[in-house]
């Protein structure tokens, strides 16, 4: 993106979630898979619902969607 990460989005996100009363689900499609490193542990401290690595793939994205409805 081209103004911000995907982890200051989520953080935006969040604190508007706190500010309104609300949730939004947010499902964070990357090409860094869980494991070690620095974006991998961002990934596991952000308030991302859920996490899906590239390529997508349609059981997981489903999986993701029952996860968070």
Do not use: C, W
């Not at 982890?7 to 935006?12: G, K, Q, S, V, W």
């Not at 009363?21 to 620095?38: S, Y």
């Amino acid at each position: 993106m081209p103004v911000m990460d995907g982890f200051e989005a989520t953080r935006r996100i969040t604190e508007e979630e706190r500010y309104y009363g609300v949730h939004i689900p947010i499902i964070a499609l990357t090409d860094h898979r869980r494991g070690g490193g620095e974006e991998a542990n961002k990934m596991m401290q952000s308030e991302l619902d859920f996490h899906l690595p590239k390529p997508l793939n349609r059981e997981q994205l489903m999986e993701a969607i029952h996860h968070i409805h």
